[in-house]
């Protein structure tokens, strides 16, 4: 454990709660007995910090809830089927967000933006 915390840089997390299934009439239902998804993403101080830290928590998430691109490893705790276009959501949003504005050398973990991509098709 304290080998896959060292050279943590920052992270975000967001929870996103599953979009009511339509009732008959189409309308929303009002109450969703889904539990929530949890979106982390995390920046490291260095790829291999970042490899030693996706290593580990592929132990807790499993293979389809961890990607990691360079520095940055996201996870997602949620269903399943949602978990590649969460992870790909979350880091081209960390990427978008962190190479634009006069603060793009910040190496700060920015939280998906709610209604964002960075939320999978129907997590919400």
Same mark, same amino acid.
């Given at each position: 454990?304290? @080998?896959?915390?060292?050279?943590?840089?920052?992270? @975000?997390?967001?929870?996103?709660? %599953?979009? %009511? #299934? *339509?009732?008959?009439?189409?309308?929303?239902?009002? $109450?969703?007995?889904?539990? %929530? #998804?949890?979106?982390?993403?995390? $920046?490291?101080?260095?790829?291999?910090?970042?490899?030693?830290?996706?290593?580990?928590?592929? *132990? $807790?998430?499993?293979?389809?809830? $961890?990607? &990691? &691109?360079?520095?940055?490893? =996201?996870?997602?705790?949620? %269903?399943?089927?949602? =978990? #590649? *276009?969460a992870l790909d959501?979350?880091l081209d949003g960390?990427?978008? =967000?962190?190479?634009?504005?006069?603060? *793009?050398?910040? @190496?700060? #973990? &920015?939280?998906?933006?709610?209604?964002?991509?960075?939320?999978?098709?129907?997590? @919400?």
């Open positions: 454990a304290a @080998r896959a915390a060292a050279g943590w840089g920052g992270d @975000r997390a967001a929870l996103y709660r %599953p979009a %009511p #299934a *339509a009732a008959d009439g189409g309308a929303p239902a009002t $109450v969703t007995t889904a539990p %929530p #998804a949890l979106a982390w993403l995390t $920046v490291w101080d260095d790829a291999g910090e970042a490899d030693d830290f996706a290593r580990a928590a592929t *132990a $807790v998430a499993g293979d389809g809830g $961890v990607q &990691r &691109r360079g520095e940055v490893v =996201a996870l997602w705790f949620g %269903p399943p089927d949602a =978990a #590649a *276009a959501a979350m960390w990427r978008a =967000a962190t190479s634009k504005g006069p603060h *793009a050398h910040a @190496r700060r #973990a &920015r939280a998906p933006a709610e209604g964002s991509r960075g939320c999978a098709r129907g997590i @919400r």
